[in-house]
């Protein structure tokens, strides 16, 4: 929550240096020029509806000096004939206009939540060190709904009561300029406030989304790992965590919320006062005689139509700043870059792709930890075909060899190649294509068995999905399901025990069938049946295919043609298990004392 705290804060700064208002929505404009017959549309019926409302006073001066104080029933019955058609006018002309205004909002936010999903999926995993996915889900989800009502109704209410104030303004001069210079007067004492009180609400607002985003975030992940929190009993802490959470955004749109309603009272006195002004000069004036009784009544509802529409503006005006704050937050998202990207002209690798990997003096540190170095000059080649495992403790940097491998990364110094091309030339896509990763954190989507074996190759046949299955001994549990391959396998792969979820991510494997393979502990969560019977489909999938191994069981890796061996970053020991092993005082022979006993280790000699 001190997080959320500090970004209002930054916000409010930054709001206060620059000014801004409502320019943050300035950003939806693309979006509604895609739709220039569907604007057009809403803006026709928009002044068609405002200009229909604005003849209303002129029928009713009409009908009280020409048909009530001229005792003439012909004309006020005509006149009534006429007003229902104008009603109807009116009544087609709302109707329309809220259609294709609201149809505008939901078309608008329909773009607007796809381009920043696919933008945010784009971004590189530097951004996702820091940034947390309930919060962008919050942007995704809550921000974009408060952008909506401001694109559709709210947007369509501050453009009908500018028009109509505009229009009842110009029409209170033209009946009566003397009268209008009263009104004209307080219309500076009217705005500023609005003006002053929306910059408010806007940083208001700001803080509200931000704390509520937080909330989210908090949910997202709790809910994410219910199980370890009802593992540990730890439920009601968790509640009371997000309790007090929801209340500081509670807190935090309270003051939003009272701003605005201050803004609404100061508005609504200041324009009904003016309003009180007129009638009592237009009355005097009337009975002097200066003026009709028809007049001072078409001037006084010009007079109310435009008091109205100022007043309605007020609110409105808070509205399109809480708009404005989201819009900031959605920006925010649009406008990170990602930092992992394909070059102007990406080179092609040889076709076909034969495996080579090569880390040519290598050194790099994580983004959210730019003083540590996770990789030290690594310097190491995998020729095609071969089979590397690399193994060391915790921490020594194994698992960074494939991030930098897939690029999620560029490295600080050195180079990386496959087949010879440094990957920084290759488009970041084309370069995953040609690798296949089993991780150590299993992924399984809420999505069909099916549908998660062919991740990597969505036109793959049942056939092939069903045959990659097999290889990874996983059709057995998922033949047995209820729908078969059909069988949703639930958020997180929840329905799957973790050696069934593994199994599924190694047929996921075998289905892309990439040159490159990497095993990130990929047995790790077996029982030793399925180890051995996941083990012989492995060793079939690596033939021909250059395999890196990231291990932490050294029993895994025996056959492997090359060992790396890792600690702080840098690489320490290569070679063989069994030249490792009779390494006196190396870190692999201490590793494998640690794991095999020692007849094991002998045997495997």
Known sequence: MREGRA?????????????????????????????????????????????????????????????????????????????????????????????????????????????????????????????????????LTADTTQIKSAVGATASMALRNTLLGLGALGAMIYTSPRLSMIVIAAIPLIVLPIVGFGRAVRRRSRAAQDTLADATAYASEAIGAIRILQAFAVGGSASRRFSQAVETAFGAARKAVAMRALLTAVAIFLIFSSVIAVLWIGASDVMSGAITAGLLSQFLLYAIFAAGSLGALSEVWGELSQAAGAAERIAELLNEEPDIRAPQ?????????????????????????????????????????????????????????????????????????????DVRDLDPEALRSKIAIVPQDTVIFAASAHDNIALGREAASRQEVVAAAKAANADDFLSAA????????????????????????????????????????????????????????????????????????????????????????????????????????????????????????????
């Open 345 to 421: 002209s990406p080179k092609t690798l040889p076709q076909p792709v034969r495996g080579e990997i090569a880390f040519e003096g290598v050194s790099f540190a994580y983004p959210a930890r730019p003083d540590e170095l996770a990789l030290r000059d690594a310097d190491f080649t995998i020729r095609a075909g071969e089979t590397v495992a690399v193994v060391g403790p915790s921490g020594a940097g194994k698992s960074t060899l494939t991030a930098l491998l897939l690029r999620f990364y560029d490295p600080a110094s050195g180079r990386i190649t496959l087949d010879g091309v």
């Open 482 to 605: 209820a729908r078969g391959y059909d069988t949703e396998l639930g958020e997180r792969g929840v329905t799957l025990s973790g050696g069934q979820r593994q199994r599924v991510a190694i047929a996921r494997a075998i289905l892309k069938d990439a040159p490159v393979l990497l095993l990130d502990e990929a047995t790790s969560a077996l029982d030793a049946e399925s180890e051995r019977l996941v083990q012989d489909a492995m060793e079939r999938l690596m033939k021909g295919r250059t395999t890196l191994i990231i291990a932490h069981r050294l029993a895994t890796i025996l056959k492997a043609d090359r060992i790396i061996v890792m600690d702080k970053g840098r690489i320490v020991e290569t070679g063989t298990h069994a030249a490792l092993a009779r390494k006196k005082n190396g870190l692999y022979a201490r590793l494998a004392k640690l794991q095999f006993d020692t007849g094991l280790a002998d045997a495997a000699e």
């Open 7 to 139: 970004k209002a804060d930054a916000a409010k700064q930054a709001d206060a240096k620059s000014g801004r208002n409502l320019r943050p929505l300035a950003r939806l404009w693309p979006y509604l020029a895609r739709y220039k017959a569907r604007v057009s549309a809403a803006i026709f019926f928009l002044l068609l509806a405002a200009g229909t409302t604005l003849t209303l006073p002129v029928a009713v001066r009409n009908m009280i000096d020409m048909g009530f104080i001229g005792n003439d029933a012909s004309f006020v019955g005509n006149y009534f004939s006429a007003l229902v058609v104008v009603a109807a006018l009116l009544a087609i002309a709302s109707a329309a206009r809220y259609y294709f205004v609201i149809w505008l909002g939901e078309r608008v936010i329909s773009d607007v939540r796809k381009d920043v999903f696919a933008h945010v999926v784009q971004l590189s995993p530097a951004f996702y060190d820091q940034a947390r996915s309930g919060e962008i889900v919050s942007r």
